[in-house]
Structures are given as C-alpha cells and as structure tokens.
C-alpha cells in the first residue's frame, strides 16, 4: 500500500535555527509531492510541490524541497526559522502522473519555534 | 481570491444522528474531495468527484455518502453518527489539470 512516512513528529527550535523536515514515500511510480502547513486552528495550506523537473524547489516563505528520487525522499529545508513558523507541517503524495489523484499524506511533524 | 467555503465550521451532534457538511469549491474547479482528520492524526482521504460523478473512493465508511451537483457544490452525508466520527473533515477542490488541491477551513463535528 502507499504510504508517507515523516521521521520527526515533534521538532523544538530557536528562531533562526535551520529546518530539515524527513519525508519518505512508498510508491513505484510517478508520483507529485507536496509539503502543507497548518497554523494552529487553521486549514491546510501549500508549502510548495513538485511535479517534475528541478529536483530542488523552493515553495512559499523562504521554505525549500529537495526530491531524491533513488531515496523516495522529499525532505523540507528552511535555513533559518522564525517564531511565526510554528505550525504542523504535512508530507503528502499523489501517486500517478495525471492529475485529480487523491493525496496520502504523512502523520504530521508539529514544530515549536522559540523566539 | 475566493477560496474554498465550507459549511457549517462547527456541528455538535449525538450519537446515531446525521449530519450534512456543505462544500462549495473554488469557482471554475470541478474536482471536489473529501478527507477527514481525527484528533491528532493525519487527513485522510474519503471520497472525490470531478465533474459530479465519483472520480476515487477512500476509508469512507457505509454509513456516509457524498455527491457533487450540477453548480460543482459538495455535500457529504453521514447516518448513525458515532463517536468515532469526531473529526475535522476538510473539503478540497482542484482546477483544469488538477494537480495541485485547494482547502477549505474544514467543519470541525463533534458527536456527543
């Protein structure tokens, strides 16, 4: 079955610490990654994806990705964190190489910034 | 820029009643889907539509249904409520291509 897999659920950092957020995903075939952020008490919004291409893509808010394809990996990057950053953030695939596929996404990893 | 509008935010049920959750996707987007995330847990996909026929089936139980209708609105419906069921279910929409989703802020249920 696919699956998403985040290494961290909990992250604590002080603010201007840099960010790597592990994503890994089981899946054969092509696939479209996403990284979502949710704020506390608020819906899901997008970080950034990849659909092809440039392997390194940089999304909203100074936060990157890095997709290794020999690695099923899709880590997310931010080189210096701040407070407002503090949120939950959510790996999430959708397999297949059209488009209109349901995303699988990972448990969540919640980040804690401290200023 | 509209977003995705979901209806209502809160709703407080008991157990084995039922409950309509609205979705009312971004305009021009014909692909609506629904997921559900149960406290501190992962959202989870439960159904889709594009173009008012269903596109994918998740984890939805029986006891719920779902349809898109001809103005691309999306209502789920869901019967003998348990409190399992106690979760934020978050509507999406996608556009021409339909590779990136848009979601709304969720309806929040709570089944007493």
């Known amino acids: 079955a696919q699956s998403v897999s985040q290494h961290n659920h909990h992250v604590i950092l002080s603010e201007a610490a840099s960010l790597e957020l592990g994503c890994n995903y089981s899946y054969g075939g092509t696939v479209n990654l996403f990284w979502y952020v949710q704020y506390p008490g608020q819906h899901l919004q997008l970080l950034l994806k990849y659909f092809s291409g440039d392997p390194l893509v940089k999304g909203i808010k100074g936060f990157e990705a890095e997709f290794i394809k020999s690695k099923f990996s899709f880590n997310l990057r931010k080189p210096s964190v701040q407070w407002s950053d503090t949120a939950e953030y959510f790996c999430?695939?959708?397999?297949?190489?059209?488009?209109?596929?349901?995303?699988?996404f990972g448990a969540g990893t919640r980040l804690a910034v401290h200023p | 820029a509209a977003g995705v509008i979901q209806s209502p935010r809160h709703l407080i049920k008991e157990k084995r009643e039922t409950a309509t959750l609205k979705c009312y996707p971004i305009?021009?987007?014909?692909?609506v889907y629904w997921y559900q995330q149960g406290p501190g847990q992962d959202p989870q996909f439960l159904i889709s539509?594009?173009?008012?026929?269903?596109?994918d089936k998740g984890s939805i139980p029986d006891r719920f249904s779902a349809q898109q209708f001809s103005d691309y609105h999306s209502e789920l419906n869901m019967s003998s409520l348990e409190l399992g069921d106690s979760a934020l279910y978050f509507c999406a929409s996608s556009g021409r291509g339909g590779n990136e989703q848009f979601f709304g802020p969720g309806t929040r249920l709570t089944v007493l």
């Open positions: 305009p021009r987007h014909d692909t």
């Open positions: 539509f594009y173009e008012k026929m269903q596109s």
């Open positions: 999430a695939v959708s397999p297949g190489s059209g488009g209109y596929n349901k995303l699988i």
